[in-house]
């Protein structure tokens, strides 16, 4: 089959390198002209416009759009007068599925399928395959079969999960999910780095907690160690594992980073739809705000309780 991909940055670029090496054809632009021009090497027809892409593609047109979600309604608005009757756009990007179902109203009107597909598998989707879920018509995704099955691992490595909007609403909650176990990983880990308080120098004042028997916390834990042997036979082996492993492995004080960790929305859509069916999602809600908080988001709220502190107690801050 013959695509376009609009959007050549790390997930767009391996799609379409995996499509072509699959034997599909691929057509890619990107707003800067230099991501398509490195794959021409690579047999991906690099287009200079939006409008060079569309010409460059066989009716009916099926066309992917790998951007941020920010930019997908601007893209489709102005793909939109360049497609006809039958072609398919497909997003492939971390879109809020109420966006999927809206769009897609809005393009069968004009005769344009639309099918929203969740994407998992990072960088590493190029030799290890996409995990893709799938919202849109039936028949519609039944024509796009050879797409999906060249990007997916093996045959059950994509799912059509229901119409519009099913997709990124399964790939909503598979995203709140991954906050809750890497939560659980860094938190785990945290307490082990932290395992020899009790050979710590620890203030002596009202202001801090004594510990209550230092001998109980006297390991010197080789966290990387304890992340390898977990990988082998444990039950919370997993690829989040594998690759906590190999980064403690190669920096086990971790220094390259700062520990500012961002979201990029399907956090916060998992629980407005868990708030809106009515569900407890207490761990998922926990990782997000964790996450807030590693920005610096509660530096004000803290300021507020040492204030109250200081206020009814006389307490100082611990330098």
């Known amino acids: 089959m013959q695509l376009g991909m609009i959007g ?60 941020p979600a920010a930019h997908v309604d601007s893209t489709i608005a102005a793909l939109e007068p360049l497609l006809a009757k039958g072609d398919v756009i497909i997003d492939g990007g971390n879109t809020h599925y109420h966006d999927d179902i809206t769009r897609a109203e809005r393009l069968r009107r004009a ?30 995704v039944k024509r796009l079969d050879p797409i999906f099955l060249a990007l997916a691992p093996d045959p059950k490595g994509y799912l059509h999960c229901g119409p519009a909007g099913a997709g990124h609403f399964v790939k909503m909650i598979h995203n709140g999910i991954e906050y809750g176990m890497m939560a659980a990983y860094a938190e785990g880990f945290n307490i082990l780095h932290k395992a020899n308080a009790g050979r710590a120098d620890r203030p002596v004042n009202a ?80 990782s997000l705000f964790e996450r807030f908080a590693s920005r610096g988001e509660d530096a004000f709220q803290n300021k507020i309780l040492s204030a109250m502190r200081a206020g009814f107690g006389g307490h100082h801050e611990n330098a």
Request: hydrophobic residues 45%; aromatic residues 6%; proline residues 4%.
């Open 111 to 140: 005769g344009i399928e639309y099918v929203d597909m969740g994407t998992s598998g990072g960088v590493w989707g190029l030799e290890r395959g996409y995990c893709l879920m799938i919202g849109g018509e039936r028949e519609t």
């Open 8 to 67: 050549l940055g790390r997930m767009g670029a391996n799609m379409a390198r995996r499509l072509r090496r699959a034997g599909h054809a691929c057509v890619g632009y990107d707003r800067d002209p230099a991501a398509a021009s490195a794959l021409a090497s690579e047999g991906i027809e690099p287009a200079a416009s939006l409008e060079a892409l569309v010409a460059a593609l066989a009716a009916p047109r099926i066309v992917c759009i790998m951007v």
């Open 207 to 286: 202001e801090t907690t004594p510990l209550r028997e230092p001998r109980h916390y006297q390991y010197d834990f080789d966290v990387a160690a304890v992340a390898e042997v977990w990988r082998h036979g444990s039950v919370i082996t997993s690829w989040l594992l594998d690759l906590t492993a190999r980064a403690l492995a190669e920096d086990p004080g971790l220094t390259r980073y700062k520990g500012h960790v961002s979201d990029s929305g399907e956090g916060r859509w998992a629980l407005q739809a868990a708030i809106d069916e009515g569900v407890p999602a207490h761990v998922l809600t926990a």
